[in-house]
């Protein structure tokens, strides 16, 4: 449904000249927003805030990434404390995920997105204060609990305050996540390599908690400026049938004047969020998108889970050279191949497709695998090099493809009334995998050496057998309208 940009006949006391745009339902307020925002609107700075929800969540999750020997030491941990340790914020993740799902779609995305920020906080501060594993484990559950919730609702706000077509489309604010998620690893990298510099000897025991207790620093900066420029989403709004803070919100943050037709007859609500909503996912045309966005969730998760965390251990055994020089490579590769795979992706993905530069990821990364798994453990400089160069190619084709793309299948293969519940469900199959993937990687690795590429070269090739069998693209194209269109039936 178009959006009438004079009024045919005019509401009660409205001048039959104005020429502010008209709001009749739902579709109407959807295709404003897909036409994007005025200059010096707030919708910019509301992505940007979803953005660093993200950044909180990728922080918190490889924050311990180079601390769990000096955490398993201080506590006295045996290897089974130490995996609950590691293990607590992903599997509180799994359970964040799918009630952050819901409620992100029952109650809006605002009110979701802004109790998820305390999360961060008390759990960051009670990690950098931890007085045993327990509480640690505790702790970090707590702060999995945050990052599960968040990613439903951060997804929701870069689909639903941003264009439909063209640059700085739905496709590329949704794949922004991928850069943003590999520039807070970086961030972590820094802050472990710039208090290593700093820290005496003496007090390396307090890395770890430093560290952790940083990640309420964004948090609190988030929560600090959140009045002054969050919205709730306009088209959740107006899907619950309030055209009228539709209307308030799109003059706040969008720039547009828009007005409600008050002659018009009450637009129907739309999907009603029930836990119900989950099987809607499994049903008529979403089956086959939920198909294609798990199997590239799960296969890009085990991936990069069992590559990138692992990443450390792996370019140590490569270089057996000291930390600080497995820190340095570890950073320079996220950054120069994953984070910048990911910025052209963002670039890219309104001109070629989610589709096509997924394959294309997949494929280097199959490739990369494949790779590695032939030159096995690097006896010569030059098959270091190489070693190496097949862990960029990783990298490059996750940041390229199933990185950035994981969330663009997840949150526009579904409307607004289900995007919630779509990301929740794919994030917590996906976190699932990626507790799969760390489990068992080092044990495939102990067991196997460097044969496990093999092993970890099944993802990619299932993500490319996905692709090729469900040939689904959601850039640019406007399922929101399989809303409005069930609204009308209604």
Not at 55 to 81: C, H
């Amino acid at each position: 449904m178009s959006v009438s940009l004079a009024p045919e006949r005019a509401a009660p006391g409205v001048a039959a000249n104005d020429p502010r745009p008209v709001i009749k339902s739902a579709a109407d307020v959807s295709s404003l927003v897909n036409r994007g925002a005025a200059i010096g609107s707030d919708a910019r700075i509301v992505v940007a805030i979803a953005l660093g929800g993200i950044f909180l969540d990728a922080y918190d999750l490889g924050a311990l990434a180079f601390g769990m020997k000096d955490i398993a030491r201080e506590f006295s941990l045996t290897a089974t404390g130490t995996g609950f340790v590691a293990a607590a914020i992903t599997f509180g993740a799994i359970i964040g995920a799918l009630l952050g799902g819901y409620l992100t779609d029952k109650v809006g995305r605002y009110r979701v997105f802004m109790a998820d920020m305390f999360f961060f906080v008390v759990a960051a501060i009670a990690c950098s204060l931890a007085p045993n594993a327990w509480v640690l484990g505790g702790a970090r559950f707590v702060m999995g609990l945050g990052v599960g919730i968040d990613l439903p609702v951060a997804m929701a706000f870069l689909a639903e305050f941003s264009r439909l077509q063209g640059r700085g489309n739905k496709a590329a604010r949704v794949a922004m996540w991928c850069p943003v998620w590999y520039a807070a690893i970086s961030v972590s990298y820094l802050l472990v390599l710039g208090l290593y510099a700093v820290l005496p000897e003496h007090n390396a025991g307090w890395l770890w908690r430093l560290i952790l207790g940083f990640g309420a620093v964004p948090a609190i900066a988030i929560i600090a400026i959140r009045s002054r420029y969050m919205s709730e989403s306009p088209v959740w709004a107006a899907n619950q049938g309030d055209l009228k803070s539709a209307a308030a919100i799109l003059k706040r943050a969008y720039g547009i004047d828009a007005r409600v037709d008050e002659t018009a007859v009450a637009p129907p609500k739309a999907r009603r969020a029930t836990w119900s909503n989950y099987g809607a996912l499994l049903r008529g045309v979403y089956l086959r998108r939920t198909v294609l966005a798990t199997v590239i969730a799960i296969a890009s998760s085990f991936a990069y889970n069992a590559v990138a965390f692992g990443l450390p251990v792996i370019i140590s055994s490569f270089l057996a050279q000291s930390m600080l020089t497995t820190i340095l490579a570890s950073l320079a590769l996220n950054l120069c191949f994953a984070f910048a795979g990911g910025l052209f992706s963002v670039r890219t993905v309104p001109k070629y497709g989610a589709w096509k530069l997924s394959v294309v990821g997949y494929a280097f990364q199959l490739m990369a695998l494949i790779g590695l798994a032939i030159v096995g453990k690097p006896s010569t400089g030059v098959e270091v090099v190489i070693a190496i160069a097949f862990l960029a190619a990783f990298l490059l084709g996750q940041g390229v493809g199933p990185g950035s793309h994981t969330m663009t299948f997840a949150s526009l293969s579904y409307p607004t009334s289900l995007r919630g519940v779509g990301v929740g469900f794919n994030q917590t199959l996906m976190r699932a995998s990626s507790t799969v993937s760390l489990f068992l990687f080092p044990v495939l690795s102990a067991a196997l050496g460097t044969k496990v590429f093999w092993i970890i070269a099944v993802a990619p090739l299932a993500g490319l057998v996905a692709l090729f069998a469900v040939r689904w693209e959601p850039s640019g194209y406007d399922v929101d309208a399989e809303d409005f269109a069930a609204q009308q039936t209604r």
